[in-house]
DNA sequence: TCGACGGTTGGTACTCAGTATCGTAACTAT
DNA sequence: ATAGTTACGATACTGAGTACCAACCGTCGA
């Protein structure tokens, strides 16, 4: 089992990380207890935080490659399995996730560097969606909305499994997307609206007091979500 | 008027990072041409990237401050006036603000770091709604995803007035933030529901349709939002 | 007027992350 | 076997950030 530089390096420095202290431990050291060179740590980390951080770039083109194949009528669906493809990624990790979890929650350095990896998961949704939504009424800014949101059932999903607060992650996820893509959907409702009428009333003036309380904001009539 | 060497520091930082770059600019250089020590740029700022950031700290606390008088019932508006507090910081800084996002735009070190800031208002908000939603179905995630929706219309409307595309970034905050808030009302209904009926129809039958349409949520019957 | 004192400053020295460069060993293809 | 490629180790350098110390400047009380 010839094991890599890379991961000797890896390995190396979850165990110092967490054993001493993240600023306690230099990037010599990380070196040195895998047996390498300090050259050939930099040589595959762009610095010392990246070394327990995940391969985003290999994850991000995955996740672009689902979203681009979405047409028009699957778009909700793309969104979901993209979210499931980073799940499935994290799961797969195991107690690597786990491990990074515990650094992240203790180093600035790391967390602040976790923020911004994050972020680019949301470019990347918000840059398609933004191609889908920004014709329609509060298009930019609710696909902004829509792929923070998706992005974010993701975490409550993830970080709750890191925490060993779940066994069906992807239930859960499924579930927590249902909650954050309604704004994906259409312009919002504040909340339902319910028309009953037996007959008797005016029809003129329901359909004023209908319009009224939907203001400019169009609006499907038909029974449900179907 | 004795302009402070913090003053100084910070427009000199400033217009070296403009003039020849963020990288490209040494603390000693900035130090320097402000006319002090580099000892004495490390006593006011934390780092490098510092310099050119906001004064968080005084921001979140006179968020914290409005968030935490919120009874049950304004609870939307002390969001809404949170944001407010927000934006018109931002609006106070006009030319600084506008230097500062051109910056973010370009160098990467700055631009992750004001992500690293934005998630501190994101955490502030998120604690507040937490203790409002957390008793309430799916209240945690929805927590998440109120929180991080108030600061997408905050960043949404900043960002648009950055670039000079709103004359009235106040107003367009409040219209923005009627397009987020809705998920804080009550669980997301997917799409209004409108049921219209003559008379002739079977009651029952509607009944056990709406119900099965309107699933496990409740929803509030009535003429809309008033 | 004097001296003690707290706060701000500038200077020096140090650690360490990150970059650049060079020589070398191992492997590959022709 | 040779030329090209790739991974590695070593060295030297820049610059951010920290620690420490000495000088300066105001204020207050004696």
Redesign the pocket.
Known sequence: MPT??RDRLVAAAFELFEGQGYDA????EIASRAG?????F???F????DVVLPDHEALLGRVADRLATAGAGGREVALREAAGIVLAHYLAEGATARARYRLASTVPAIRDREIASVQRYVRLFSQHIHTWLDAEPDGPLRAELVASSVVIAHNHVLRRWLRGETDAPEALLDQSLAVALPLLRGPAAPAPTIVITDGSADVEQVVAQVRDALGKNGARAGLGPA
């Open positions: 890599t530089a431990t230099t990037v010599e390498t060179g300090r050259s050939t930099f040589r595959h762009r610095g010392k935080e």
